[in-house]
């Protein structure tokens, strides 16, 4: 078949799995349901991959929007980023789906999250594909409602309620941003919102460039808005509070949609738009911190979690930032390579958190663990491996992705490269701390004791992931992948970098063990960190005092001022009006005689004294 | 004998026919889908080009005729009229045939309204419209019964002040637009006019702003709007429904077929550009507040009703075809989601008794039906995309904010990105309301069930508007004829 | 000398005695009295004028003859605003103004 509709199938196949599952839900069974959705998972997988070596082509699918002044299509891109992303997309949704199968075998609502898993890979592919902002921006939001779908799938909790809600709101501010930025685009660019048609209106060569011409502070903020929707997508400080509290959906949700792709969203859009973003020099700079800053503020927070979903969560906020932070020093392909390299590790570190979490009964507090190690060494040995992947091991993929972008960031800017590799170190530390503490010593309570080893179906896609969290860093092995990320420049320094990236490693490794081997609860205890560095608690009275506040506080000043000025004033009046007129129909006849006398009197006047002078 | 005239005339023939004492479910259901069958045949007829206008001479000086003619406006108007109307009928149960004779009679008015074009029948449609609305209110209404008439009374009076200058408004287009053959209502006649010998660029402001006054009261513009949300909060559901969802359009489209064609310049005057843009982030921003603030959803869907006019607002206020396609887009998805909201909030309170937030939770685990019906409601209304109000929204900000940015940016940028705050607000609301009524730990005492049978039919046939209409807004656009100038 | 300006300035007084007895008096007799006394200050100024305008030679006896109807109209009314009254009396067993406000608004 065609590429066309080899792309329209990998995108609208899970959205009718979704559909009828929806629909069917109440008459046939669980079983029927969880086919359908893993059966279009692998359907998907098939066909990315026979996709991947495919010549780059665009298309359109389906025409959304056509009016005069504004024609937006479901189209697609295939190229290199696209397919490469395609990969990776359907590859670990087809391991979570199967996944899933083992860890939600006892739960209630299988149909609707597998419904819901459907709903998100046919979003996920929509950004992926997306040839234009406009079409990017509509499977953006609904990767948002899949998520909230997700997150909230244990909705009787009423964390998990909140947790859903407040991952939808926050992403809805982000997007409020990422709108902006498309509509300064639109509006500069005398109404282009296709990818290929904004590059060629940016070009100097072409004839007729608005792009090339508009004023700095245009392009500046273009790309601030459409970094505001990474922000939130991507959850970079100050939007990063949703991904923690994202923990309460299932663990296979944490791995695919908070580990390897819904977050990687936005740093895909980010090296989509890469070519309008380095126009901004400012845009830039500020991407780059921010980037950093959540890379080193997420990495301190995450030294003091318990929670081993947590942990995990916060290295992921802290991944992301050093992506995004690669963008915003010009390295766009040491992100995207970083990208794929995490969503394989951090994927498997996920799914290995579920299969511990599985084997203590679903408990998740690292010091109620221990001696894991020996229980069970399938679940062990994966999750080493994802541990040293992340934290930069020489020979792991996740040490090659690491270095491209502190390369990057010591060839541009000297601060960013010491709180990168400062980071680094931190990571190092609180993942063998997790490992330690979990894995190693002695069982800590009853549960961890009688802890056994995960279904084959859960640990087979352990196993698998594992060879790529490995060896996907290689040039020979990611062969088909590595076409996808051209190799950014080694620029002198590059020994440096190694050495400081291995040093970080090593030392954060060496303190982690050090600290935590053979004890029974934390030496460390940093109140701060432990606490998120209590912005949670700051949010909440922001959103206390300046919106529930505000409300009530406009709610009283519009009832007083706009009702009643606009409403009860007017009624007032015609009622004292009203009243006063009242009052002459006293009934009492010498009143009406006493008006009539003075009436006569008036009359006479006018008619003698007024009158004759006109 | 015109086809929109038969669309017009079944309903309020069907009212009459249940006044007289046949019976009320039965002729309401059937009317109503006869209507739909009807307008969907006049939907292919003007598809392919088939001319409808059709008028009967009433008065000869001034010149006033039962006119009725399509354009696309009219047309997505009536539909979305027939298909609220539908939904409003069928959810009707075990409730006084007076329920559904007014429920016709306003469709009924709502058709005339859109349907004709003679000034003097879009008035008076209109108004035949409202009355029912306003006596339902007062003797079928939620609450005690002193409330209800003190707020039946504020509607009334309300409304009628906003008719009386929209009238005053209209009386002045006549009188100047009429030409040399003596007074005419007609508005192609007016319209023609126009065309040859338009008025000033001053008056023409200062009419446009009496007439967004007039009709802006009729839609709940801000300041004028305090009388909604109690009124919905009090309205018996069918009513509801119909006056947020059809009624309420008739303002906007009165702004978007009659003020803006016959008066140009006055929409693109510096003060009432300024002006309206003020009334309108009124509208989104403080109206928005005001939503977060309620905590019953009778209430919060009032004022949600109003805000979400300020969208529309900003489309008219742009004036470009894009921001005036999504305007109308948005009037028609805005119209079905509140009506779907509506229809589920009236299933709820006649089984809960209550609305408040504090009171309940937990609904979802005895009713999986409602709760993906409100999702959809929700959804809709925050602009999610795949469902219709997502496309027209996103038109209106891209027509509004499409000026050039060279010179800066102007108060139509900031007020559409003022504008664009209110999809935040209006999520915090709309989700923190489905959370409290439908997730989390089930209320003591409370719980609703599923409907069954055919009553489920009505919110599946608006949930389907919204998803088709939601994945090719082309279906709507394509009936719509803004051309750019 | 006596001239017009005296007779027309006791019927002027008379006059006003009249009506702030009219607007002033709370019982209804009193005010048909005060009535009356008006009617004859407005007689008593068309007398003054005949007698006092008459020029030489043949008078005018035009507004002594409007006296006549006058006191006949008064008499007609005399007789049915005491109707009135007495069935007024019979409905509120008063004859007090104050007792006849059915009229306020």
């Not at chain 1, 999750?383 to 972008?405: H, R, V, Y």
């Not at chain 2, 940015?405 to 102007?410: I, R, T, W």
Request: glycine share 10%.
């Amino acid at each position: 078949m065609n590429q066309q509709s080899a792309v329209t199938l990998i995108l609208l196949l899970p959205l009718f799995a979704a559909f009828s599952i929806l629909v069917l839900k109440r008459f046939v069974g669980d079983f029927v349901c969880k086919t359908i959705s893993v059966a279009s998972a692998f359907i998907c997988f098939v066909t990315s991959c026979i996709l991947l070596g495919a010549e780059p082509v665009t298309g359109t699918i389906l025409t959304f929007i056509d009016v005069p002044g504004l024609s937006a299509d479901i189209g697609f891109i295939l190229d290199q980023q696209s397919a490469g992303m395609m990969f990776i997309v359907t590859f670990i949704g087809l391991l979570v789906h199967v996944y899933s199968l083992g860890y939600m075998s006892e739960d209630e609502s299988q149909s609707r999250f597998f419904g819901s898993l459907s709903m998100f890979m046919f979003s996920m592919t929509g950004i992926v594909l997306a040839d234009n902002l406009l079409m990017m921006f509509v499977f953006w939001e609904l990767v948002g409602l899949s998520s909230y779908l997700l997150i909230g799938h244990w909705f009787e909790k009423p964390s998990a309620a909140e947790a859903a809600k407040k991952a939808f709101l926050t992403n809805r501010i982000g997007d409020f941003g990422f709108m902006i930025g498309i509509l300064t685009l639109f509006a500069a660019s005398n109404g282009e919102i296709s990818f290929a048609a904004l590059k060629e209106s940016l070009s100097a060569g072409s004839t007729s460039g608005p792009l090339h011409d508009a004023p700095a502070w245009v392009m500046t903020l273009a790309a601030l808005g459409l970094f505001m929707g990474a922000v939130g997508k991507s959850a970079q400080v100050p939007l990063h509070v949703w991904l923690p509290d994202a923990m309460e959906g299932p663990t296979p949700v944490s791995a695919l949609i908070h580990a390897a792709t819904m977050v990687a969203a936005g740093v895909y859009m980010l090296v989509r738009v890469s070519f309008i973003l380095v126009e901004s020099e400012l845009a830039m700079q500020i991407i780059a911190g921010i980037g950093g800053f959540t890379a080193l503020f997420a990495a301190l927070m995450a030294v003091q979690q318990n929670d081993i979903k947590r942990i995990l969560a916060y290295s992921t906020l802290s991944q992301l930032g050093y992506m995004v932070m690669a963008v915003g020093l010009g390295a766009g392909e040491a992100g995207m390579f970083h990208l794929y390299t995490h969503a394989f590790f951090k994927a498997l570190l996920f799914l290995g958190a579920g299969a511990v979490i599985y084997a203590c009964h679903h408990e998740q507090d690292i010091w109620k663990m221990g001696g894991l190690r020996k229980q069970t060494p399938a679940t062990f040995l994966t999750f080493a491996i994802g541990t040293l992947a992340l934290m930069g091991l020489p020979g792991m993929s996740g040490f090659f992705s690491k270095e491209e972008i502190l390369g990057a960031a010591h060839h541009e800017c000297s601060w960013l490269f010491w709180s990168s590799a400062f980071t680094a170190l931190l990571t190092s530390f609180y993942m063998t701390r997790c490992v330690v503490v979990a894995f190693f010593g002695k069982a800590r309570t009853e549960h961890a004791s009688h802890a056994h080893e995960a279904p084959m179906i859960m640990v087979a896609p352990l196993l698998l992931l594992s060879i790529f969290a490995i060896f996907s860093g290689y040039g020979f092995f990611s062969g088909r992948l590595q076409a996808m990320v051209p190799h950014a420049d080694h620029g002198e320094g590059h020994t440096f970098v190694m050495a400081v990236s291995i040093a970080a490693v090593v030392i954060g490794a060496g303190l982690g063990f050090f600290l935590y081997n053979g004890k029974d609860k934390d030496p460390l205890n940093i109140k701060l960190f432990a606490n998120k560095f209590y912005i949670d608690e700051i949010y909440a009275f922001i959103v206390k005092v300046f919106q529930d506040g505000l409300a009530w506080l406009v709610t009283g000043l519009e009832s007083i001022f706009v009702d009643g000025l606009v409403a009860r004033l007017p009624a007032a009046i015609a009622c004292r009006v009203g009243k006063t007129a009242r009052a002459m129909q006293s009934g009492q006849l010498q009143g009406y005689t006493f008006a009539l006398g003075l009436g006569l009197l008036l009359a006479i006047y006018l008619v003698s004294q007024v009158l004759p002078r006109h | 004998m015109s086809l929109l005239e038969i669309i017009i005339l079944i309903p309020l023939l069907a009212a009459a026919l249940i006044g007289a004492g046949l019976p009320a479910k039965l002729i309401s259901r059937g009317a109503a889908l006869l209507n739909l069958v009807v307008l969907l045949v006049v939907l292919s007829q003007h598809a392919a080009g088939v001319n409808l206008a059709h008028s009967v001479r009433i008065l000869d000086n001034p010149s006033i005729s039962f006119a009725v003619g399509a354009d696309g406006l009219s047309l997505t108007l009536a539909l979305l009229t027939c298909l609220v109307l539908l939904a409003a009928v069928w959810q009707i149960i075990d409730k006084p045939a007076i329920y559904h004779v007014a429920s016709l009679l306003i469709a009924g008015g709502a058709l005339g309204a859109f349907l004709s074009t003679d000034l003097f029948f879009i008035y008076g449609f209109h108004e035949l419209a409202l009355i029912p609305t306003l006596l339902m209110i007062a003797v079928h209404g939620h609450g005690d019964a002193t409330n209800r008439r003190a707020i039946a009374w504020k509607i009334t009076v309300y409304l009628g002040a906003g008719s009386l200058v929209l009238l005053a408004g209209l009386a002045a287009l006549v009188l100047n637009f009429s030409g040399s053959n003596g007074l005419t209502f007609d508005l192609n006649a007016l319209m023609e006019t126009a065309k040859t010998a338009p008025l000033a660029a001053d008056t023409q402001a200062w009419l446009f702003f009496v007439l967004l006054v007039g009709f802006g009261t009729l839609v709940s513009l801000f300041p004028f709007h305090s009388w909604a949300a109690p009124a919905y909060a009090a309205a018996p559901t069918p009513v509801a429904m119909l006056h947020s969802g059809v009624l309420k359009k008739f303002g906007l489209y009165g702004l978007i077929k009659i003020a803006l064609p016959l008066l140009p310049l006055g929409a693109k005057a510096e003060w009432v550009q300024q002006a309206l843009l003020i009334m309108l982030v009124g509208n989104i921003i403080v109206i928005g507040l005001v939503t977060i603030h309620q905590n019953r959803l009778d209430t919060m869907l009032g004022n949600s009703s109003v805000m979400h006019m300020g969208y529309i607002f900003l489309g008219i206020a742009a004036g470009s075809p894009v921001a005036l396609n999504g305007a109308v887009l948005l009037m028609f998805a805005h119209g079905i989601s509140i009506a779907l909201a509506f229809a589920l909030c009236g299933k709820m309170r006649n089984q809960l008794g209550t609305l408040e937030f504090s009171k309940l939770g937990g609904l979802a685990a005895n009713a999986p039906f409602l709760t993906v019906m409100f999702a959809f409601a929700t959804f809709s209304s925050i602009g999610l995309p795949g469902l219709a109000n997502f496309a027209g929204e996103v038109m209106v900000f891209v027509g509004a904010f499409n000026l050039n940015l060279n010179a800066g940016l102007k108060p139509i940028h900031w007020a559409t990105i003022l504008a664009l705050w209110g999809v935040v607000i209006s999520a915090v609301y709309m989700l923190r309301a489905y959370r409290s009524l439908f997730f989390g730990k089930a209320a003591e005492g409370h719980f609703i069930s599923d409907p069954v049978g055919s009553q489920r039919l009505p919110l599946l046939l608006l949930t389907a508007v919204l998803l088709v209409v939601g994945c090719r807004p082309t279906l709507i656009t394509d009936l719509l004829t803004f051309a750019a100038k | 000398m006596i001239t017009l300006n005296h007779y027309l300035l006791v019927a002027g007084v008379l006059f006003a005695i009249g009506l702030a007895g009219v607007v002033a008096r709370r019982n209804i007799l009193t005010i048909f009295m005060c009535l009356e006394m008006m009617l004859s200050a407005a007689n008593l100024t068309l007398v003054a004028f005949t007698r006092f305008h008459t020029p030489v030679g043949v008078p005018d006896y035009s507004a002594q003859s409007l006296v006549f109807f006058t006191i006949t109209v008064a008499a007609a009314e005399v007789a049915v605003g005491l109707a009135i009254i007495v069935a007024l009396f019979r409905a509120r067993q008063s004859v007090s103004v104050e007792s006849v406000t059915k009229l306020q608004g």
